[in-house]
C-alpha cells in the first residue's frame, strides 16, 4: 500500500473569518465536580449539564458556529460506576427523543459520532432515529461524540485504507473524510477552529486529535453545568482575537501565501 501524506498545508485561509462557518468543539467537564460540591450525586450534574447543552446549542447558531461537537462520553468513561454510566445513557437516550424533531424544525442536523456496538440497541434506535428525522436539515450540524476515542476513530480510518487497497496518493483531505465512520458517510468532518474544555483541566482526552491540529484552544475554570451563553461568545470573541498563523508569519502575507499554495 502506497499512502504517503501529501504535504500540501491545509488550505486553512477562508475558514478563519469572523463569522465565517466555524467549527467549535467543547470538552463538557465540570459537572461531577458541580454536583458534589452541593452534595448532590455526580448524575445530578449530568442533568444539570443537558441544559447547558441546550443553552450552547441555541446561542451557537447566532454566534457564526456552523458545527458543534460536544464530548458527550468518551470511550475511557465505561470505567466509571455502573450507575453513573447508565444515567448518562438516560439522559442521551432523553435528550435525542426529546430534541430530534424541534431540530429538525430549525434546521439542526444531528449525527452521533462514536462506536455503536456497545449502546443498547434501544439507544441505538434513539440515535439513528434522531438522525433520520434531522437528516434534511442543513442550517447547523450537532455533532455529539458517544463511547468517542480520537485514536480509535484515526485508526478505523486508516484500516478503511487498507480495506480500500489505496494506491493512490492520500491527502489530508481524503483521510479527513475517511475519518467518518459509515452511518456519516458523506458528512463533512471539518477542522476545529476552537476546542472548549470547561472544568479547569487542561488537556485533549483522546477529542478529535486530527480535526484540532490547528484549533484554538481555550479552557476556562466555569463548570459545564454552569456554562452560559455567554460564556460561549466570550470563547469565540477569544478566537477571533487570536492570529491564526497557521505556520505561517503573521499579517495578511501569511493568508495570501496560504491561499496560493
Ligand atoms: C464530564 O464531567 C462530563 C461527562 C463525562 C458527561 C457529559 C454529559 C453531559 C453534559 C450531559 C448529556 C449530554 C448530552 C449531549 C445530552 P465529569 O463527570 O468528568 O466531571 P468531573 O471532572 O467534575 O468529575
Same mark, same amino acid.
Given at each position: 500500500?502506497?499512502?504517503?501524506?501529501?504535504?500540501?498545508?491545509?488550505?486553512?485561509?477562508?475558514?478563519?473569518?469572523?463569522?465565517?462557518?466555524?467549527?467549535?468543539?467543547?470538552?463538557?467537564?465540570?459537572?461531577?465536580?458541580?454536583?458534589?460540591?452541593?452534595?448532590?450525586?455526580?448524575?445530578?450534574?449530568?442533568?444539570?449539564?443537558?441544559?447547558?447543552? *441546550?443553552? $450552547?446549542?441555541?446561542?451557537? #447558531?447566532?454566534?457564526?458556529? &456552523?458545527? =458543534?461537537?460536544?464530548? !458527550? /462520553? +468518551?470511550?475511557?468513561?465505561?470505567?466509571?460506576?455502573?450507575?453513573?454510566?447508565?444515567?448518562?445513557?438516560?439522559?442521551?437516550?432523553?435528550?435525542?427523543?426529546?430534541?430530534?424533531?424541534?431540530?429538525?424544525?430549525?434546521?439542526?442536523?444531528?449525527?452521533?459520532?462514536?462506536?455503536?456496538?456497545?449502546?443498547?440497541?434501544?439507544?441505538?434506535?434513539?440515535?439513528?432515529?434522531?438522525?433520520?428525522?434531522?437528516?434534511?436539515?442543513?442550517?447547523?450540524?450537532?455533532?455529539?461524540?458517544?463511547?468517542?476515542?480520537?485514536?480509535?476513530?484515526?485508526? *478505523?480510518? $486508516?484500516?478503511?485504507?487498507? #480495506?480500500?487497497?489505496?494506491? &493512490?496518493? =492520500?491527502?489530508?483531505? !481524503? /483521510? +479527513?473524510?475517511?475519518?467518518?465512520?459509515?452511518?456519516?458517510?458523506?458528512?463533512?468532518?471539518?477542522?476545529?477552529?476552537?476546542?472548549?474544555?470547561?472544568?479547569?483541566?487542561?488537556?485533549?482526552?483522546?477529542?478529535?486529535?486530527?480535526?484540532?491540529?490547528?484549533?484554538?484552544?481555550?479552557?476556562?475554570?466555569?463548570?459545564?453545568?454552569?456554562?452560559?451563553?455567554?460564556?460561549?461568545?466570550?470563547?469565540?470573541?477569544?478566537?477571533?482575537?487570536?492570529?491564526?498563523?497557521?505556520?505561517?508569519?503573521?499579517?495578511?502575507?501569511?493568508?495570501?501565501?496560504?491561499? $496560493?499554495?
Amino acid at each position: 500500500m502506497s499512502t504517503a501524506l501529501r504535504l500540501a498545508p491545509p488550505v486553512a485561509a477562508p475558514g478563519v473569518q469572523a463569522g465565517a462557518g466555524l467549527h467549535v468543539a467543547i470538552i463538557m467537564d465540570g459537572n461531577g465536580r458541580w454536583a458534589v460540591s452541593r452534595g448532590w450525586p455526580r448524575s445530578a450534574g449530568h442533568t444539570a449539564g443537558v441544559e447547558a447543552v *441546550r443553552r $450552547a446549542v441555541e446561542a451557537a #447558531g447566532d454566534l457564526g458556529i &456552523e458545527t =458543534l461537537t460536544l464530548f !458527550a /462520553f +468518551s470511550s475511557d468513561n465505561w470505567r466509571r460506576p455502573d450507575a453513573e454510566v447508565r444515567a448518562l445513557m438516560r439522559l442521551f437516550r432523553s435528550y435525542l427523543m426529546a430534541e430530534a424533531a424541534k431540530c429538525a424544525k430549525n434546521g439542526i442536523r444531528i449525527a452521533v459520532i462514536g462506536r455503536r456496538d456497545r449502546l443498547s440497541p434501544g439507544l441505538v434506535r434513539v440515535v439513528e432515529n434522531a438522525e433520520a428525522v434531522t437528516a434534511g436539515a442543513d442550517r447547523f450540524l450537532l455533532r455529539i461524540a458517544v463511547d468517542y476515542s480520537a485514536r480509535d476513530a484515526i485508526l *478505523r480510518a $486508516a484500516g478503511r485504507c487498507q #480495506g480500500a487497497g489505496a494506491e &493512490e496518493e =492520500l491527502s489530508r483531505e !481524503a /483521510f +479527513s473524510r475517511l475519518l467518518a465512520d459509515p452511518p456519516h458517510d458523506g458528512l463533512p468532518v471539518p477542522d476545529v477552529d476552537l476546542l472548549i474544555r470547561t472544568g479547569g483541566e487542561k488537556r485533549l482526552s483522546d477529542f478529535l486529535l486530527w480535526e484540532c491540529a490547528y484549533a484554538e484552544l481555550v479552557f476556562t475554570d466555569c463548570m459545564w453545568p454552569d456554562f452560559e451563553k455567554g460564556d460561549l461568545a466570550e470563547a469565540v470573541r477569544e478566537l477571533h482575537r487570536r492570529e491564526r498563523r497557521f505556520g505561517g508569519v503573521p499579517g495578511p502575507v501569511a493568508v495570501e501565501a496560504a491561499a $496560493a499554495r
